[in-house]
């Protein structure tokens, strides 16, 4: 949305999702691409799930003060999720979902996210990678700064 005026394409993208639009226009995609007709209506069908379910859990109490995504991507290509060399093949019923935001206020036990792997052993390494990933802290974390416009 080049040149538009980012509230308004804010809220372009907003209608976009909660209409169901956007989800039509990507299942069309996708039919185009030689997948399922029926992605919008029924894709938790079509899509594989982990056999390891659970969540991350936060080791303190706090406010989440910094996120590394760097972090966050290595631990996702461990599990699978990403390629680590082209011939790599990605699984799509592994990674992270339900993350913690920047400035959340948390306590010991509460999840950071879900993980989703293939195994009880890489499900505790991407568990142990996602908590160093997670900065929590006493004080909220000031917001992000916004360029507003261009000088």
Same mark, same amino acid.
Request: aromatic letters at 2%; glycine letters at 12%; charged letters at 20%.
């Given at each position: !949305?080049?040149?538009?005026?980012?509230?308004?394409?804010?809220?372009?993208?907003?209608?976009?999702?909660?209409?169901?639009?956007?989800?039509?226009?990507?299942?069309? !995609? %996708?039919?185009?691409?030689?997948?399922?007709?029926? !992605?919008? $209506?029924?894709?938790?069908?079509? +899509?594989?799930?982990?056999?390891?379910?659970?969540?991350?859990?936060?080791?303190? @109490?706090?406010?989440? =003060?910094? %996120?590394?995504? $760097?972090? +966050?991507?290595?631990?996702?290509?461990?599990?699978?999720?990403?390629?680590?060399? $082209?011939?790599?093949?990605? /699984?799509?019923?592994?990674?992270? =979902?339900?993350?913690?935001? +920047?400035?959340?206020?948390? /306590?010991?036990?509460?999840?950071?996210?879900?993980?989703?792997?293939?195994?009880?052993?890489?499900?505790?390494?991407?568990?142990?990678?996602?908590?160093?990933? %997670?900065?929590?802290?006493?004080?909220? @974390?000031?917001?992000?700064?916004? +360029?507003? $416009?261009?000088?």
């Amino acid at each position: !949305m080049q040149g538009a005026d980012p509230v308004d394409a804010a809220d372009k993208v907003t209608v976009a999702i909660s209409s169901g639009a956007a989800m039509q226009k990507f299942a069309a !995609m %996708i039919t185009a691409l030689g997948g399922p007709p029926d !992605m919008a $209506e029924d894709w938790r069908t079509h +899509l594989p799930q982990a056999p390891v379910v659970g969540d991350v859990t936060a080791p303190v @109490a706090g406010h989440v =003060t910094a %996120i590394d995504g $760097e972090a +966050l991507g290595l631990a996702v290509v461990s599990l699978g999720g990403g390629r680590k060399v $082209e011939t790599d093949r990605i /699984n799509p019923a592994v990674g992270l =979902t339900q993350m913690v935001g +920047l400035g959340d206020q948390i /306590n010991a036990g509460d999840p950071l996210c879900v993980l989703h792997a293939t195994d009880e052993d890489t499900a505790i390494a991407a568990a142990e990678a996602v908590r160093k990933a %997670i900065t929590i802290g006493e004080q909220v @974390a000031p917001g992000p700064l916004i +360029l507003k $416009e261009v000088i």
